[in-house]
């Protein structure tokens, strides 16, 4: 462990300076990482129980033809409470996708302990079933599930709706943008059933408007039914706007550099000046 | 011509390219093509896809018939097309009940070995060790000459229909099997990691993700296989039949009749194309997602 906390501290260029000196109020909007603590306090308070995802010290590299194994994730430490929304951002090969298959069990660490429950993915790619059409795509967990097709189409339809897909029910999905086929796939993640949603980059192929919309949505769908969310990210307003944890990943072999916390309600305003100060300083650490 | 271009049209398409495609897109707004010349476009790709076969045929028959007529060669080794035309009016009686035989034998062999291919496929695909057994077993079989195996099935089996089926499927399951294989295999790992965590089983992600991927490698397989079905029926019959195209052939050039032994030739050549493009016409149909050049 002290290796870790040793490398975390030299790496982390203090993301947040103390409110104070901000002119903050007394409760802090985000408090610096506790990456110097005792493992115990990484974790989430014990009121929360059990946590629902759980890795310490995982590295995860992988083998490569005449040339040392590439080390995606190095000694990664982490918990996440059931019902707490986790983004992760780094940049473009920090292993983000690899601690999203980790924790879905679609990967093994090489080294290290990680424990989670059940998780539904949101890949990168929208991956739908070229040959069922798009609410019956967005149904698939229920279909896998036993349920016939008409009553996986009834039970999809109320999200698939709220999702601004009404009227593409019957469309495949070579015959949808790619931002409807990115909302379809949210669809099929949140109608998994599962109470952890894995979610890679859910938004990134769509416009800007309808990423805030979604955004919202999002926001909005946690806040009345709660599950528990790691999603990847590359727009750090996303995850300052979604997210009641930042983690930052450094670049190849990806290690947890810094974490913010963001304790504001959520929904939240983009335009609140804290959390448009907050994404300033999640920037410079990841510049 | 308009009605035939309609109604040949996809079909040449398809035989033409091979793989069914989406047909070409209407031209977008904003090119601003008027609407009668985009029309006329359209037409005059139609008649085009038309046109070109046909007047291949026609040039190659002619040059044929010419070939025949004022060529050296006896007609009784090389009838010209003319010939062969009136051998397909005159004995169209008996070209027709001989073809229906053969045909029959070829279509129920490809329906057997379609069944029987997609069977072995499923079972192979999930047991390597069956598929370490069996597939250079079935591999040297193909290399084995039908004329060696006809006489011995005909000992085995009779003069029925049950040797004739058997040839049939022989020749037939082979790249049936290999296409499926392959469209089995080449399954996205990634859609089947999804539908995994999405709470499928082996089975159901077999059901779900595999086959359906594989569903065009099936027609690839059975496009190849309905055109070796016809060779496989043909050579049956020469082996020992007292109805088909092949003992026809074979009684009809001792009585140097090449003429009709070409005709029963071409009634199958041209049955061959037409399995061949209603199958592409099928999997259009059928697996619409196919249409679409993958993204």
């Known amino acids: ?4 906390a040793t490398q975390l501290e030299s790496h982390e260029p203090r993301p947040l300076a103390s409110p104070a000196e901000h002119g903050l109020p007394p409760r802090p909007l985000a408090r610096p990482a506790e990456h110097g603590s005792p493992p115990e306090r990484l974790g989430p308070p014990a009121e929360h129980g059990s ?3 759980a890795l310490r010290g995982v590295t995860r590299s992988f083998p490569r033809v005449r040339q040392p194994p590439l080390t995606a ?22 292993g983000k996708t690899t601690l999203l298959e980790l924790v879905c069990g679609l990967q093994q660490p090489d080294l290290g302990e990680l424990s989670a429950v059940a998780a539904a993915l949101m890949p990168q790619r929208d991956l739908l079933l070229p040959w069922v059409d798009a609410l019956e795509n967005a149904g698939l967990a229920l279909r896998l599930a036993g349920h016939s097709r008409a009553q996986a189409r009834r039970e999809a339809a109320p999200v698939f709706e709220a ?15 790619g931002g409807m086929r990115q909302r379809v796939a949210f669809a099929r993640t949140l109608l998994s059933g599962r109470s952890l949603l894995c979610l890679d980059e859910p938004f990134g192929a769509l416009d800007a408007i309808t990423r805030m919309e979604l955004q919202d949505w999002l926001a909005d769908a946690l806040a009345t039914s ?28 990806g290690r947890l550099i810094a974490e913010f916390t963001v304790e504001r309600p959520r929904p939240r305003e983009r335009t609140d000046a804290e959390l448009v100060a907050l994404r300033a300083r999640i920037l410079e650490v990841l510049r | 011509m308009r009605a035939a271009s309609t109604v040949l049209g996809p079909v040449v398409r398809v035989l033409s390219t091979g793989r069914p495609r989406r047909a070409p897109r209407a ?29 291949l045929l026609v040039v190659l028959l002619a040059g044929w018939e010419l070939y025949a007529r004022l060529g050296s060669v006896s007609p009784v080794i090389l009838p010209s097309p003319s010939a062969i035309a009136s051998s397909l009016v005159d004995d169209r009686a008996l ?52 004329v060696l195996l006809a006489p011995l099935l005909v000992a085995w089996l009779g003069f029925g229909l049950a040797p004739k089926l058997a040839i049939v499927v022989l020749v037939s399951f082979f790249p049936i099997l290999v296409a499926t294989l392959d469209g089995l295999a080449a399954t996205d790992p990634d859609l089947l990691k999804l539908v995994r965590t999405l709470g499928a089983t082996r089975w159901q992600a077999f059901v779900s993700v595999e086959a359906p991927n594989a569903l065009p490698g099936v ?64 999997e259009r149909r059928l697996l619409p997602w196919t249409r679409t050049v993958s993204r």
């Open chain 1, 1 to 4: 462990m002290t290796p870790m």
């Open chain 1, 51 to 53: 946590p629902a995802i």
């Open chain 1, 73 to 94: 994730l190095e000694d990664v430490s982490l918990a996440i409470a059931p019902g707490e929304v986790v983004a992760i951002v780094g940049p473009s090969g920090a």
């Open chain 1, 163 to 177: 999702l601004g897909l009404a009227g593409f029910e019957q469309s495949r999905p070579d015959q949808l943008s």
């Open chain 1, 226 to 253: 709660p599950r528990t969310v790691l999603m990847v990210t590359h727009d750090v307003e996303e995850a300052v706007v979604l997210a009641d944890r930042v983690l930052v990943l450094s670049p190849r072999p």
């Open chain 2, 27 to 55: 031209p977008s707004a904003s090119v601003q093509v008027p609407a009668p010349a985009a029309a006329a476009v359209a037409g005059s790709r139609q008649a085009a896809s038309v046109l070109a076969p046909v007047g």
């Open chain 2, 95 to 146: 070209l027709w009940t001989n073809f229906t035989v053969t045909a029959g034998e070829a279509l129920g062999g490809i329906g057997l070995a379609v069944i029987g291919a997609l069977a072995l496929a499923g079972a192979i695909h999930f047991s390597r060790s069956l598929r370490l057994a069996v597939y250079p077993l079935l591999v040297a079989s193909q290399a084995v000459p039908l």
């Open chain 2, 219 to 282: 027609f690839t397989g059975a496009r190849v296989a309905v055109v070796f079905s016809l060779i496989g029926a043909f050579l049956a019959e020469w082996s020992g039949a007292s109805r088909g195209l092949g003992l026809l052939v074979e009684q009809a050039i001792p009585q140097l009749d090449t003429a009709r032994a070409a005709a029963a030739v071409a009634l199958l050549a041209g049955f061959a194309l037409l399995l061949f493009g209603g199958l592409g016409l099928a």
